[in-house]
Nanobody
Framework: QVQLVESGGGSVQAGGSLRLSCAAS??????????MAWFRQTPGKEREGVAG???????????YYADSVKGRATLSQDNGKNILYLNIGNLKPEDTGIYYC????????????????????????WGQGTQVTVSS
């Protein structure tokens, strides 16, 4: 059973930074491609894709970022521990929300992922979320 557990959220002032972690378990990272992403959600709005990462079985990866965080966010992963990190700097009040880690269990291939990484409907495993609050 695939499980995702987020951590690292909190309250910060605008201009600060955070590192969110997503600890994954229940699947082999060397047996198949891996498609994962971070989403955030605020009340009354749909989940917005923040950053996505495609990793093939040779550990080669490609990252994707939403325009709203491009230049401020960096995805990285510890393959040995199966942890995905999202670093966001120069935080803004509009970055406030619940941040979710998600994984796509099937149909994970490089080209389709490039076009659809930010589509929440394409992901079937989600973590419980971690709250990020940025005050001005």
């Amino acid at each position: 059973q695939v499980q995702l557990v987020e951590s690292g959220g909190g309250s910060v002032q605008a201009g600060g930074s955070l590192r969110l972690s997503c600890a994954a378990s229940g699947y082999s990272t060397s047996a198949s491609n891996n498609c994962m992403a971070w989403f955030r959600q605020t009340p009354g709005k749909e989940r917005e894709g923040v950053a996505g990462i495609f990793t093939n079985m040779a550990w080669m990866s490609r990252n994707y970022y939403a325009d709203s965080v491009k230049g401020r966010a960096t995805l990285s992963q510890d393959n040995g521990k199966n942890i995905l990190y999202l670093n966001i700097g120069n935080l803004k009040p509009e970055d406030t929300g619940i941040y979710y880690c998600a994984r796509r269990s099937s149909a994970c291939a490089a080209l389709p992922f490039a076009d659809s990484w930010s589509a929440a409907r394409e992901y079937d495993v989600w973590g419980q979320g971690t709250q990020v609050t940025v005050s001005s």
